[in-house]
């Protein structure tokens, strides 16, 4: 089964007609809007990178219904293969990444797909190869426990936590204007960006509602472990999955397991939080901040271009949270990526 990107949602409501019924085992072949809904093409320049309308991400296709799915359930998903189209982009947004007081101006880097590698007018001598995985996956939350993340959600932001906005005039459909936006994840899915998920790796989530009402969108060619300037390599594509349904409580937060796959070299900066001791977030800061500076010294990369391409491959990873008084954050970057 083949599923079009003409009918998609942009917030998570359990009251969406399905937009088809899949049994288990069938292979389903989901056409995928880019995860900004088309916002930036190949004529678009940087300024409009800061004229985005996010109320309008994450375009998701679906929901789909999953026979014999039901409350109570666990859904695996197999993901089993993807396709990408031929551009992509990586936007610095003003406001949004995890060092976006550091990038306040709009940046855009466009790139050319092309023999499953993606290439950059801006990162010359760079090409990334496929890594590609759904940003975003999830299920359809229960009545109930849309409310409870709604209420959950707003008491965060009454602690001055950032929390996105509903902006329900952007919701698609406008029957789901009162849903829940899919910025973040949550414990049906969502807004994973777990970069694992690519094809041959499997992903279980509760099923809330019957049917399960599953989509999937925010398609990323590749990204690296935190994607941190907010975006990774955005493109449309397809994604191929295939269904099972189990009797059995699903994990309280959604479960993966991945392929095996062969270690890359690497060269890693390290972060470590002198000044302010036990703080992982100030310690991933210096991290990537330390290979920001080394790719703009030894390559010659313009820093918000630098910043970019972090954000499509660069991972962060906690190397230790033992060693008093200060733990030590590592930025890997695969040195494949350059040709």
């Given amino acids: 089964m083949r599923l079009t990107a003409e009918r998609i ?92 007081d550091l990038f306040p101006e709009p940046h ?75 910025i973040p994840p949550r414990e049906t899915g969502g807004n994973l960006d777990v970069r694992q998920l690519v094809a041959g790796s499997k992903l279980w989530l509760p099923v809330d509602v019957p049917g399960a009402l599953f989509s999937i969108g925010d398609l990323h060619f590749a990204q690296g472990d935190g994607e941190v300037c907010g975006t990774a390599i955005e493109v449309a594509g397809t994604v191929t999955v295939r269904f099972a349904v189990h009797d059995v409580p699903a994990p309280a937060f959604p479960a993966y397991e991945t392929p095996g796959s062969p270690a890359r070299r690497s060269f890693a900066t390290v972060g470590i939080p002198v000044e302010v001791g036990m703080d992982l977030n100030a310690a991933a800061r210096a991290a990537l901040l330390e290979m920001i500076g080394h790719l703009e010294r030894r390559y010659g990369f313009e820093r918000p271009a630098a910043y970019a391409l972090c954000s499509a491959c660069v991972d962060l990873r906690i190397s230790e949270v033992v060693d008093v008084p200060y733990p030590l954050v590592s930025a890997l970057l695969p040195l494949d990526v350059f040709e």
């Fill in 108 to 182: 855009l880097v466009k790139w050319e797909i092309a023999g499953s590698l993606a290439r950059s007018e801006e990162l010359p001598g760079v090409a990334v190869p496929q890594d590609m995985f759904a940003g975003v996956v999830g299920v359809a939350p229960s009545p109930e426990r849309m409310e409870r993340y709604r209420a959950r959600e707003e008491a965060l932001r009454d602690r001055g936590q950032p929390v996105a906005d509903a902006l329900p005039e952007a919701a698609q459909p406008g029957a789901a204007a009162d849903g829940l936006r899919t």
């Fill in 9 to 100: 949602h942009n917030r998570w409501h359990p009251d969406l007609d399905p937009v088809a019924a899949v049994e288990p085992g069938e292979d389903v072949t989901f056409e995928a809007r880019d995860g900004l809904d088309g916002q930036l093409t190949r004529a678009s320049t940087h300024e409009d990178a800061g004229r985005l309308n996010l109320g309008l991400g994450h375009p998701l296709t679906g929901p789909v219904y999953v026979e014999g799915a039901e409350p109570g359930q666990t859904l695996e998903v197999e993901f089993v293969s993807y396709e990408p189209d031929d551009f992509g982009t990586t936007a610095i947004i003003p406001g949004f990444g995890f060092l976006a």
